[in-house]
């Protein structure tokens, strides 16, 4: 089982995240060039301009009226990303298939970047079902993907030290992992490929064709 | 997903009514498609799969804002409730369910992108809105009110059913009252290559003549080489590109530049009117395929900046007192304008009040996006859900509001008289007469 969910399968998902991703990107930009307006739109100058103002916390309007979300999304997000990729078991991991290994987080470093990842998820599950607007605008693939997003984290967590029979654990969290990883491209977690677009042209509109900000 | 709560007083609008009973599940599906299919393309598909149903966009609109927080008026809520529906239900859906779409797209909402510059993505709402106004349109779900002066632009091209006679009359009676102040004053008309074009939206004709006297005044002050049409063409507004009838759209946009290039003009001034910019400048040009307007389009807060700038108008006598400016959101928001506006008006003004938020974050005063044209059945909603603006303009303690834009002009007409805010509504070109040095040579 542990060798099946290991080997094979985590090629299966890789090669699905991947192709899928690109299959994603490649029909949002051929639907694209169906509208007159997109291509000509865009601008290096304000795609830029809009990414500054949008990935760096704080630097725009709207993230300094609401701090505590902005503190809470942007903690999330870059664990999220990059615990796994600079996680001491992944690059040993990989490093004994093919011999390629990067720098690595530490541990403890690690066990806490999870821990913000579960508490962010919890933030979000508070907010589906308490705010209003967020409440009726929810339906259950939000909670599936929630799920989705932390169940490697809890999984990959409960591994890591231990608790419940640690090869089971391993082998549920090795799972969890490859499911997120398949669902990045056709579930709504696309946007994690897709933010760069629409951030760009929202930013090229507003900035090089009607002169004004987005921010 | 659990249908939204929705709590509105029931509005009799004849033509939505009509319009109900009238269509078939089958005309429906077929329209739907049609537009999703043939009109849409990667935008819709990236914003409906990248939005991950946070809510953040529900802080930036003032329909929301100004209803204790009812989520039934937040953004997304909006696309919740049309967009979501159809696309999951693959157009089949039912003529009361268009009717309810009408009722979000064209009377709930401005389209005036606050909502897409606060949603983390950059998803334009009000870009998905104009679809749904769209598939409205295609089934001739618009409000009475609105789609009259839509049949009026198809019928005269213009808003007010303005006849030639009644036009060309009204321009030489302004030409007179002009010529009261300023007794060399000329309003010329058909004037082939003259430097810039003018023109204007049909309620001024009809409503606020007084408008074109204060223009030729001032044209003939900064000493302006310019000339307006005898033709239809004149008229700039475009309620069409707001009820989703893009093909009368296009034909107002088309004359109106056609018009111009008769002219052999350099470059066509508008009057203070947002709307009317946005479908010159963007809507009409991108339609059509031009991308760009062919002969450049000024509004009318770019043209009295360049005017008080390089000083071919000079100010007599500051307005007194303090006064606060609507920032209209297709001029502002949408056209970078803002700080000329607060140029022009420290300019003109003693003390001029800021609005908080100002200039691109500052709230519609929902009436744009064609809400206002909507006419009375709606107007109750529509004043109601201003008064959050209502409040900020409350704040400024000012004795004049200047609007910019003449939907603006009747939409702060109405919020100051519902919350009686007992403030005077004018246009910029009033304060500027009022304070602009008529030179000596000039005087009577
Ligand atoms: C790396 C690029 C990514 C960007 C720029 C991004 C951006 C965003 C943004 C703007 C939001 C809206 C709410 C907020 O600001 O927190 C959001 C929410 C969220 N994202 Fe991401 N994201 C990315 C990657 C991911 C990935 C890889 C996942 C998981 C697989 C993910 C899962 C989520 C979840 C679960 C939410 C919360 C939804 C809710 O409100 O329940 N994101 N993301
Ligand atoms: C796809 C194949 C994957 C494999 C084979 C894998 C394997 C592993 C292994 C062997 C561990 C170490 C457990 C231990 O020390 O006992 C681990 C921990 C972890 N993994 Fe993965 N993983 C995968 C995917 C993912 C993904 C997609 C994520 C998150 C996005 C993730 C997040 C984590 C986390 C957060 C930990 C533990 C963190 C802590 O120290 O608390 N893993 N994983
Ligand atoms: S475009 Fe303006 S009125 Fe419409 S939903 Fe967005 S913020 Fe509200
Ligand atoms: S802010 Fe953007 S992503 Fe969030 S609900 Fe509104 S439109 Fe969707
Ligand atoms: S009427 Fe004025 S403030 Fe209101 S949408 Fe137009 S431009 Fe915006």
């Known amino acids: 089982m542990y060798e099946f969910v290991s080997g094979p399968l985590v090629w299966i998902a890789f090669i699905i995240f991947i192709g899928g991703s690109l299959y994603r990107i490649f029909y949002m930009l051929q639907s694209s060039k169906k509208e007159k307006v997109v291509f000509p739109h865009m601008s290096l100058e304000h795609s830029v301009a809009s990414l500054i103002h949008w990935l760096i916390p704080f630097n725009n309007q709207y993230m300094r009226q609401r701090p505590v979300f902005t503190i809470v999304s942007f903690a999330f997000h870059i664990c999220l990303v990059f615990t796994p990729i600079f996680l001491l078991a992944h690059v040993i991991l990989i490093d004994e298939s093919w011999n390629i290994s990067w720098w690595t987080l530490s541990e403890s470093v690690t066990d806490w970047m999870t821990i913000i990842v579960i508490a962010g998820a919890v933030f979000y599950l508070v907010r589906r079902l308490t705010d209003p607007v967020v409440k009726n605008v929810t339906d259950t693939s939000d909670f599936v993907l929630l799920a989705i997003t932390v169940l490697p984290f809890i999984t990959g967590f409960l591994a890591y030290h231990q608790w419940f029979g640690t090869n089971t654990m391993l082998i549920l969290h090795i799972l969890a992992g490859e499911l997120m990883l398949i669902a990045i491209p056709f579930t709504r977690l696309s946007h994690m490929l897709f933010f760069v677009f629409t951030r760009t042209y929202f930013g090229s509109e507003q900035g090089h064709v009607k002169n004004s900000k987005d921010w | ?444």
């Not at chain 2, 859906?93 to 309810?100: E, L, Q, S």
């Not at chain 2, 059509?288 to 900046?305: D, L, N, Q, R, S």
Request: some cysteine; glycine content about 6%.
């Open chain 2, 1 to 444: 997903m659990k249908p939204t709560v929705v709590i509105r007083e029931p509005v009799v609008d004849d033509a939505l009514d009509q319009c109900e009973a009238r269509l078939t599940e089958e005309q429906i599906e077929k329209v739907i498609n049609e537009v999703i299919d043939k009109e849409t393309g990667g935008r819709l598909w990236t914003y409906i799969n990248t939005c991950i149903h946070c809510g953040l966009c529900s802080e930036a609109c003032h329909w929301f804002l100004s209803n204790d927080r009812d989520v039934s008026f937040a953004p997304v809520t909006k696309i919740k409730d049309t967009l979501w529906v159809m696309l999951k239900n693959k157009g089949k859906v039912d003529a009361a369910f268009i009717k309810r779409c009408s009722q979000i797209a064209h009377t709930e909402c401005n389209c005036c992108r606050r909502c897409g510059m606060y949603c983390p993505f950059g998803i334009d709402i009000a870009y998905m809105i104009l679809v749904v106004r769209r598939i409205c349109a295609k089934l001739d779900m618009v409000p009475l009110y609105l789609q009259d002066t839509v049949h009026s632009h198809a019928a005269t091209m213009n808003q007010m059913w303005v006849k030639p006679d009644e036009w060309i009359d009204t321009l030489q009676w302004q030409e007179e009252e002009a010529q009261g102040y300023v007794p060399s004053a000329r309003l010329p008309l058909e004037k082939e290559g003259a430097e810039i074009m003018y023109s204007v939206i049909g309620p001024e004709p009809k409503f606020l003549a007084q408008l074109l006297g204060n223009i030729t005044v001032i044209m003939k002050v900064a000493g302006c080489d310019w000339t307006m049409p005898a033709t239809a063409g004149w008229d700039n507004s475009n309620m069409a590109m707001y009820s989703g009838d893009f093909e009368i759209m296009a034909r107002v946009e088309r004359l109106h530049h056609e018009t111009a290039q008769r002219l052999k003009v350099k470059k066509i001034v508008m009057g203070e009117c947002g709307h009317a910019f946005r479908g010159a400048e963007y809507d009409g040009p991108t339609w059509m395929g031009w991308m760009k307007p062919p002969i450049p389009i000024v509004h009318a807060i770019a043209f009295y900046y360049d005017l008080l700038v390089s000083g071919r108008i000079k100010i007599a006598k500051k307005v007194e007192g303090p006064i606060t400016s609507q920032y209209p959101c297709n001029v502002i928001r949408n056209a970078g304008l803002g700080s000329k506006l607060q140029y022009i008006m420290n300019e003109v003004c003693e003390d001029f009040v800021d609005l908080i938020p100002n200039d691109r974050h500052a709230f519609c005063c929902n009436a744009g996006g064609g809400t206002i044209n909507c006419g009375p059945p709606w107007k109750k909603i529509r004043v109601q859900s201003a008064r959050l603006q209502s409040e900020n303009f409350k704040r400024t303690g000012a004795h004049t509001i200047v609007t910019p834009c003449h939907n603006c002009h009747s939409g702060v007409e109405d919020i100051v008289d519902k919350y009686k805010l007992g403030m005077h509504v004018k246009f910029f070109s009033e304060l500027l007469i009022e304070a602009m040095e008529i030179p000596e040579d000039l005087q009577p």
